[in-house]
């Protein structure tokens, strides 16, 4: 992976809504798509991942679905919380032993009490 | 029963100092991380290891040396800082380049 932006920079939701973060690549050969939520002060810590040989993965309130034609894996937040409050990454790379993934540049998710 | 961790968790030190960040992982994984994450949040790669090999060195200047003395250590090491250096660097590691695990940071200030 060499290159993957993530869209929008900045969100913005009422407690209860749902929020949809978008990230693209560009390097076809990546199979590994990681979304990592940072708190203040805090380490990045894995929330979910999704690998090229499935289309959606759904873990409770989260969710991430992944297009590899277009080249775009979304985050899927339902029934927000103040505590969703953070910074997320989207990640992606290619499994393997001198491998390494490619982060985008994070969101501030924002979610209004 | 911490996975990945680092030390010290604050460093602050004047310009031209050497200093050294240490980080271990419990983990078994054979691949480890260092990113630096600058004031505006981005996280960039400096290096990988995978066991106790330089995999990734991502255009860091020579001042800035990795040690691997085993496979469950990644230890930092960076000559003459500069006011640039200031960042959170965290230590990451990972099974064959899969989940990395974030170790708690390190808040590097150069004064």
């Known amino acids: 992976g060499e290159n993957v932006e993530q869209h929008p920079s900045t969100l913005s939701v009422q407690e209860g809504d749902s929020a949809v973060i978008k990230c693209t690549y560009s390097d076809s050969a990546s199979n590994y798509f990681p979304w990592y939520k940072q708190e203040l002060g805090k380490r990045p810590q894995l929330i979910i991942d999704i690998r090229s040989n499935v289309g959606e993965k759904k873990d409770q309130r989260i969710a991430v679905t992944l297009n590899k034609t277009a080249k775009h894996f979304s985050l899927h937040i339902t029934e927000t919380q103040p505590e969703d409050s953070a910074v997320y990454f989207c990640a992606e790379g290619i499994t393997g032993a001198n491998s390494k993934l490619t982060f985008g540049k994070g969101i501030t998710l924002s979610v209004r009490p | 029963d911490t996975a990945v961790s680092q030390t010290p968790k604050y460093l602050v030190t004047q310009m031209g100092n050497d200093k050294s960040i240490k980080c271990e992982q419990n983990?078994?994984?054979?691949?480890m991380y260092w990113y630096k994450q600058d004031s505006k949040k981005f996280l960039k790669i400096m290096f990988s290891y995978n066991n106790k090999e330089l995999i990734i060195n991502e255009t860091v200047p020579n001042r800035f040396s990795p040690k691997s003395p085993d496979k469950a250590h990644l230890n930092l090491h960076i000559n003459s800082l500069e006011l640039g250096d200031s960042a959170v660097y965290f230590c990451a590691s990972s099974l064959q380049a899969d989940t990395q695990y974030f170790g708690p940071g390190t808040r590097l200030t150069v004064l």
């Open positions: 983990l078994g994984h054979d691949t």
